[in-house]
């Protein structure tokens, strides 16, 4: 255990290395921070501090950094979650604000997550094994195609043209639609597909041989959205931060191209007490991140959460400003969803 001063001296110790990079030592500390004791008693704190493996000497010189075990005690103990500047939240408003679909709403927040905190954004997909169908459209755009148009209550639209063996009148269309309707809307997809396959059962006799066709499209569109997926932005931003890697930053980049990875990773992640979860080191190692952090938060529609957005970068990051930005992004993508 470590006094309640070794525990502020850790604090600084981390947020004078993130925003410098350079080892910390005793007489900055004394210099920079009004902590009232001499730069000797700060040692005996820093001493206490390696001794708890929390701060490590990079190489011979006398200031010390953060080592995971270290970070992982501040995000948990010791970051303050600042709240964002109303420029902020302003920039956050405007720009989501003007989203014209789902897919624009995530592509938006991805750019915007990765310019708020100079990370890696990723924000996955709506879990469509959650979600729940809305309304499915069908549209006859010819006497034998039909448009199929199924929407979610996450939000989610997605459209496929199915081609068919023998003309359909509008009459025809509009009972199937009614009879599609009926049997799905408010169902899981996993549901839905169940009771589609017996839709032709519900049908008069004769559009039953021509809703065969249109049920099993719907099917396989529902079956081929379950899959889920992250939207990325900001890959450039690691580059940049190439030297806080100790080796190839490439095995990095090569491990957050696998999507499934990071979703399992995010599904692993359990959230504190600001609303956000925080993976750090050597906690992502069996994912071939171990030199990175990794902060996510849910988002919701409905009320119900439904998927999830973060960061990921470098251990040398600001957790405070990038928990805030996570946070408030996943807030208001709730908010727009839900509206």
Do not use: C, W
């Not at 990079?21 to 007489?27: A, L, Y």
């Amino acid at each position: 255990m470590v006094s309640d001063r070794s525990l502020e001296v850790l604090r600084v110790i981390v947020q004078d290395y993130v925003a410098s990079r350079e080892p910390v030592g005793s007489k900055s500390i004394v210099e920079r921070h009004a902590f009232g004791v001499s730069a000797a008693t700060i040692r005996n704190d820093m001493a206490a501090l390696e001794e708890e493996e929390l701060i490590v000497a990079p190489h011979t010189s006398s200031g010390r950094v953060p080592t995971d075990k270290g970070y992982r005690l501040f995000v948990d103990h010791l970051a303050e979650v600042r709240p964002l500047s109303p420029a902020q939240r302003q920039a956050i408003e405007m720009f989501l604000g003007q989203s014209i679909d789902l897919d624009d709403v995530l592509a938006r927040t991805v750019r915007l997550l990765s310019q708020l905190t100079n990370q890696v954004a990723l924000v996955q997909y709506p879990s469509m094994t959650r979600s729940r169908i809305r309304h499915i459209e069908l549209v006859m755009l010819a006497p034998r195609r039909l448009l199929s148009v199924l929407i979610t209550d996450s939000g989610a639209v997605e459209q496929r043209t199915i081609e068919l063996g023998a003309d359909l009148s509008d009459e025809d269309v509009a009972e199937i639609r009614g009879a599609i309707n009926g049997a799905s809307a408010g169902l899981s997809l996993g549901d839905a597909a169940s009771r589609l396959r017996d839709l032709p059962d519900a049908l008069t006799d004769r559009t039953r041989a021509m809703v065969h066709p249109v049920a099993t499209a719907l099917i396989d569109q529902i079956a081929a959205n379950r899959q889920d997926k992250l939207v990325m932005a900001g890959a450039a931003n690691l580059v940049r931060t190439e030297h806080d890697f100790t080796g190839s930053i490439y095995p990095v980049l090569e491990a957050i191209e696998e999507q499934v990875v990071l979703l399992r990773l995010f599904g692993e992640m359990a959230t504190d007490q600001h609303g956000v979860a925080v993976s750090i080191g050597r906690e992502n190692a069996a994912f071939g991140l171990a030199e990175t952090s990794i902060l996510s938060s849910g988002y919701t529609s409905s009320g119900t959460d439904i998927a999830r957005l973060g960061v990921l970068g470098p251990l040398r990051m600001d957790y405070s400003n990038n928990m805030a930005a996570v946070r408030a992004v996943a807030r208001y993508l709730s908010r727009l969803l839900g509206e």
